[in-house]
């Protein structure tokens, strides 16, 4: 399945109703990918991600933790971030882990967050690596390429969860959380807590209104680019076939009527 929408027509919307975002292209770009996404099963999926996207990453798919500070906000860095960042990685004020501690890539980095939902965790790179086909544990700069960044976070927000999350015995996920209203579950599946609760759930409310608005559908993968390439190569077919008959006929015609043009007269049209 994935979710059909009008990409401009959205964010028209988006911007008419006062909001606003740092990355923009990103935010289109994610939508380009929901057209073709077979974890979205529901438009309640999409605006879930939507609203996780926005107070994770601002919708950006290069996001990496810290980036702020190395003001290099949505864009990758050369071979490592700056090392205002890597001190933050090292820190344990506040509670926090050293990051270091808990392993690091081939390029000495550890696993802090990197994507659309920043993603963090050795387990995690290792998890969600092996499940949209790509090794972030060797090489965790893989997470912040657009497509894997998004995908990451789709596969996340559908992947089912037991212990908590589950119910009558059977496991939900993120996205399972969100239609059923469990929006602090919901929260807590992606953040571990439920810092900046209301901002997401505002934002959640927010995009399932305006892809209502918008007509968003649930296709299928498809049907987002198959049937219109079907169609196309359907009337180029058509068209070719009508022009060839119409030439037959027309050919006929002529030469019937002996009308026909001297360098053409010894043509002749198997019947």
């Known amino acids: 399945m994935a979710i059909k929408v009008d990409i401009d027509k959205l964010i028209s919307d988006y911007k008419k109703g006062g909001h606003k975002t740092n990355f923009p292209d990103s935010l289109r770009n994610v939508l380009k990918y929901a057209q073709t996404d077979k974890n979205l099963t529901d438009i309640s999926d999409l605006a879930y991600l939507l609203a996780t996207a926005k107070i994770e990453s601002d919708y950006s798919l290069q996001r990496w933790e810290s980036d702020y500070v190395c003001g290099l906000q949505g864009k990758p860095y050369k071979d490592k971030p700056c090392d ?23 390029n000495g980095l550890p696993y802090f967050g990197r994507g659309l939902i920043q993603l963090t965790g050795k387990s995690n790179y290792k998890k969600y690596g092996d499940l949209i086909g790509v090794d972030l544990v060797n090489d965790g700069d893989k997470a912040l390429e657009p497509k894997n960044s998004y995908k990451i976070a789709t596969t996340y927000l559908s992947n089912k969860r037991g212990g908590i999350y589950a119910k009558n015995g059977v496991n939900r996920s993120t996205f399972d959380l969100a239609k059923d209203n469990d929006l602090t579950l919901a929260r807590k599946s992606v953040n571990g807590g439920t810092k900046d609760l209301d901002k997401v759930n505002t934002a959640y409310g927010f995009w399932k209104n305006i892809l209502k608005k918008n007509d968003a559908k649930v296709v299928s993968g498809s049907d987002t680019g198959g049937k219109s390439n079907t169609r196309l190569w359907l009337g180029i077919g058509l068209s070719v076939i009508t022009i060839g008959v119409t030439g037959t006929l027309i050919y006929l015609y002529l030469k019937k009527n002996n009308k026909l043009p001297n360098f053409i007269k010894n043509i002749k049209i198997k019947k």
């Open 84 to 106: 205002s960042a890597l001190n933050y990685y090292r820190s344990t004020k506040g509670g926090k882990k050293n990051y270091y501690t808990l392993g690091t890539d081939k």
